[in-house]
Structures are given as structure tokens and as C-alpha cells.
């Protein structure tokens, strides 16, 4: 079956500017979360979304929010950028009934996004 | 508060010996581990996973160690091969405060270089 594919893959922005990211999950899975990944800080949790709600939330500030829609595809977005929130954002979708197996935990490839 | 530690950012072994990735946690309440394999612009795949109530757990060249008093886990990498160079996740998991769904923690990350 398809991955997680998180689009775009590549995303230059400029400061104050907003930004919005997508992730289809895996068919089937319901729950997609999102990490930022910078050197240094390893996978910093934003948030999980599961049948289009917000159950769990990491510590970011208000800029960073998130939707997931009827069809589990999930967006992130960011307003105000600052140059901090150049990163690589990481997507994975999970069915927490797979768990004996990889948790049923599957990242995308990610979104690296430069703040300019 | 990092609630799952990999202490050690890089570790550079020879091609052919062991390598020892080690990660420690400090939430008692973890019952499920995982070790994931990221290479760079790609999202990191699952590599080998381990139950509370185990405290080994083998798949290949892979072996992963649970020491629950200590609160420690170790990914062990026999022999070690160049196409092994990587940045490796460990991840904790436990039930939400709430219930009724897994909360997963992933640790900073250790860069394993192996030098042909």
C-alpha cells in the first residue's frame, strides 16, 4: 500500500510569511502526527490528529496549528514565520490496533522548510 | 523535560564491529520501545521495537537490550556495515493520562558513522 506522503518537499518562505503543509496518511490509519526535526533537538512532538481531532498537543507556540480532515489527510500551518522555524517537518501516521508491529508508526519523508 | 535521552549525539565504529547506540528514559510508565533509522532528507523507518516485559529482542544484525531497573535500552548493531551510518531514534511509548490511546517520545538522536 502507498507511504505517508507529505507535500511539498522543498518550501522557501520569507519571514512574517505563513505556510501550510499537507500529509496523507497511509489508507487506513487515522491518527497522523507531526514533529519538527532540527540539528541538535531530534524530533520535537507539535501535535496528533485523530478522526479530525486534536488529541495531544507538544510545546510550540500558538503560531504552529494544525487541521486533520474527514478523509484523515491532515495540514500544518504556520504563521509569523521566523527564521527559528526553519526546519524538517515530519509527518507519520499510525494504527494504534498494529502496535506489536513498528507500533504501526510510518513517517514520510518530510517537508524541509527555509525561513528566509 | 526530556522524558527520553540519547546521551551521546555521534558515535564513529569501524566496519565489522559492534555498534552500541544507548538511550535512557525516566518515565516508569513506558511500556513499549522502538529504535528508528533516519538517513538525511528521508523520514525514519522502524528498525526493531521491544515489549516492557522483555528485556531482549533480536531481528538480524539488530538486537535490542531493555534494562527496566536502570531505565536504559540499548540497540546493539553486529557486525556494523557503512549502509548503517545513520542517525538512530530511540522512542518510548505508554497509554495517554486519558486513555484509550498511545503517547509516543522520541529521543535527540545518535549519529552512527561507520568508517569502511
Known amino acids: 500500500k502507498a507511504g505517508v506522503t507529505q507535500t511539498p518537499r522543498y518550501l522557501i518562505k520569507t519571514r512574517g510569511q505563513q505556510v501550510t503543509l499537507s500529509c496523507s496518511p497511509i489508507s487506513g490509519h487515522r491518527s497522523v502526527s507531526w514533529y519538527q526535526q532540527t540539528p541538535g533537538q531530534g524530533l520535537q512532538f507539535l501535535f496528533e490528529?485523530?478522526?479530525?481531532?486534536?488529541?495531544n498537543k507538544g510545546n510550540f507556540p500558538g503560531r504552529f496549528s494544525g487541521r486533520q480532515f474527514s478523509n484523515s489527510r491532515s495540514e500544518m500551518n504556520v504563521s509569523t514565520l521566523e527564521l527559528g522555524d526553519s526546519a524538517l517537518y515530519l509527518c507519520a501516521s499510525s494504527d494504534y490496533r498494529d502496535r506489536a508491529s513498528n507500533y504501526g508508526y510510518t513517517f514520510g519523508s518530510g517537508t524541509r522548510l527555509t525561513v528566509v | 523535560d526530556q522524558q527520553v535521552k540519547q546521551n551521546s549525539p555521534s558515535l564513529s565504529v569501524q566496519e565489522g564491529r559492534i555498534s552500541i547506540l544507548n538511550c535512557d528514559y525516566t518515565?516508569?510508565?513506558?511500556?513499549?520501545f522502538l529504535w528508528y533509522k533516519k538517513y538525511p532528507a528521508e523520514g525514519p523507518t522502524f528498525l526493531i521495537s521491544?515489549?516492557?516485559?522483555?528485556d531482549k529482542n533480536e531481528d538480524g544484525r539488530f538486537t535490542v537490550f531493555l534494562n527496566k531497573s536502570a531505565k536504559h535500552l540499548s540497540l546493539h548493531i553486529v557486525p556494523s556495515q557503512p549502509g548503517d551510518s545513520a542517525v538512530y531514534f530511540c522512542?518510548?511509548?505508554?497509554?495517554?493520562?486519558?486513555?484509550?490511546?498511545?503517547?509516543?517520545?522520541f529521543g535527540t538522536g545518535t549519529k552512527l558513522q561507520v568508517i569502511p
Open positions: 490528529y485523530f478522526s479530525e481531532t486534536q488529541r
Open positions: 522512542a518510548a511509548s505508554k497509554w495517554a493520562d486519558s486513555g484509550g490511546y498511545q503517547k509516543v517520545t
Open positions: 518515565n516508569s510508565m513506558f511500556d513499549y
Open positions: 521491544i515489549s516492557s516485559i522483555k
